[in-house]
Nanobody, 115 residues
Framework: VQLQASGGGLVQPGGSLRLSCAPS????????MGWYRQVPGKERELVAT???????NYAESVKGRFTISRDIAQNTVYLQMDSLKPEDTAVYYC??????????WGQGTLVTVSS
């Protein structure tokens, strides 16, 4: 399974970005898909996930600012990030979770929030 992630970049504080993740198989293959992020020297942390059934889970630090969604026709999962803060700066990884097997990870896309 391959996950193609895109959409990172440089944005000013208060700005917005949208990340995309397109798997090489149908998104309904997975029990859940989501996004994690990591900064140097820290562990990878959950940002947002969405189950096949539509249940969403967000890190407290992004609630009200980030939205995870999916487009079945495009076979893509999105992370809309609004009101970005410098502390959101990280490498963001797309994740695909199967209860019966190992998780799959995208290649990571860098988000930098800076003026």
């Amino acid at each position: 399974v391959q996950l193609q992630a895109s959409g990172g970049g440089l944005v000013q504080p208060g700005g917005s970005l949208r990340l995309s993740c397109a798997p090489s198989v149908h998104i309904f293959t997975f029990d859940a898909m989501g996004w994690y992020r990591q900064v140097p020297g820290k562990e990878r942390e959950l940002v947002a996930t969405r189950t096949r059934g539509g249940i969403k889970n967000y890190a407290e630090s992004v609630k009200g600012r980030f939205t995870i969604s999916r487009d079945i026709a495009q076979n893509t999962v999105y992370l809309q990030m609004d009101s970005l803060k410098p502390e959101d700066t990280a490498v963001y990884y797309c994740n695909a979770h199967l209860s019966s097997g190992p998780d799959s990870w995208g290649q990571g896309t860098l988000v930098t929030v800076s003026s």
